[in-house]
């Protein structure tokens, strides 16, 4: 276990923090297995009754880290998001995100399989696949239309629009916006209401309102393909260099 992921348990109620503040929270191969593990071992104790994701600092997490897309450009090895995506959008237990500042590309697309969201006023959503040159991920491409509508969704998909906190109450994407000292006291009493309910009725509850729908994960296995190869793309490397080296990407060369 590293230091990157916190994992704590309270009264039923799991807490899983992204904890890389340094790198905004950016997410490791290490981080999402130990976050796999947390997911399932959530769903293998029934005394946990429901689960909280956050992170800690100022952001939720700046989604995967690139120097890791980087690695898996050229070495080709396996979506350590793919287990990741297959735990969170088949548990069990209720999911409430805490989204206490920026939530960037997978930061976002995680949520649409959060039960509840609470967002601090300084929550941002903000999903730059194509500006990377890659494609959405998480069911996102399936989730988002179907939530928000198509106009809404390619803001955020194809322009890479952020979404403050105030117009994803109004779009309906979290339940509520506080402010960010009162965060995780609100996500925290959702928690807690969840957990003293009768914990069968509430999973086959979020088994009917989640999973009635196979075609997310056709879609987040299809999604993932196509991911895999635009990792490799000389868009996505322009991408990365273009970060990595803290320049604006150019990609004018491109047809
Ligand atoms: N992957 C790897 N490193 C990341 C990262 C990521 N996704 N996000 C941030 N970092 C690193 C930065 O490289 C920097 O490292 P350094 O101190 O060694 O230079 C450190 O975290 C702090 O980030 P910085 O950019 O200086 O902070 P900021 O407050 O100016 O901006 C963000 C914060 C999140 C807006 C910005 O870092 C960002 O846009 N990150 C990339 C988000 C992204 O595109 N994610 C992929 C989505 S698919």
Not at 78 to 101: E, H, K, R, W
């Amino acid at each position: 276990m590293t230091e990157n992921v916190l994992v704590t348990r309270d009264a039923g109620v799991m807490e899983i923090t992204f904890n890389r503040p340094e790198k905004k929270n950016a997410l490791t191969r290490a981080m999402y297995a130990e976050v796999v593990d947390a997911l399932r071992s959530a769903d293998a104790d029934p005394a946990v009754r429901v689960a909280i994701l956050t992170g800690s600092g100022d952001i939720f997490t700046s989604g995967n880290d690139i120097k890791d897309f980087q690695i898996r450009a050229v070495a080709g090895n396996d979506s350590p998001a793919s287990p990741f995506l297959t735990a969170l959008s088949t548990m069990q237990t209720p999911l409430i995100g805490a989204v206490n500042g920026a939530a960037i590309g997978v930061g976002t697309t995680m949520l649409a399989h959060c039960d509840l969201i609470v967002a601090s006023r300084s929550a941002r959503f903000v999903m730059p696949f194509t500006s990377l040159g890659l494609v959405p991920e998480a069911g996102s491409s399936l989730l988002f239309p179907r939530l928000l509508g198509n106009q809404r969704a390619s803001a955020l998909l194809l322009l890479g629009e952020p979404l403050t906190a105030e117009t994803a109450l109004e779009w309906g994407f979290v339940n509520q916006v506080v402010e960010p000292e009162a965060l995780m006291d609100t996500a925290r009493g959702f928690a807690r209401r969840m957990a003293v309910l009768p914990p069968q009725a509430v999973r086959q509850t979020k088994q009917l309102i989640r999973h009635g729908a196979p075609d997310v994960t056709a879609r987040i296995a299809e999604e993932l393909v196509l991911f895999r190869e635009r990792l490799s793309s000389p868009e996505a490397g322009e991408a990365f260099a273009a970060f990595v080296e803290k320049r604006k990407p150019d990609f004018s060369r491109f047809e």
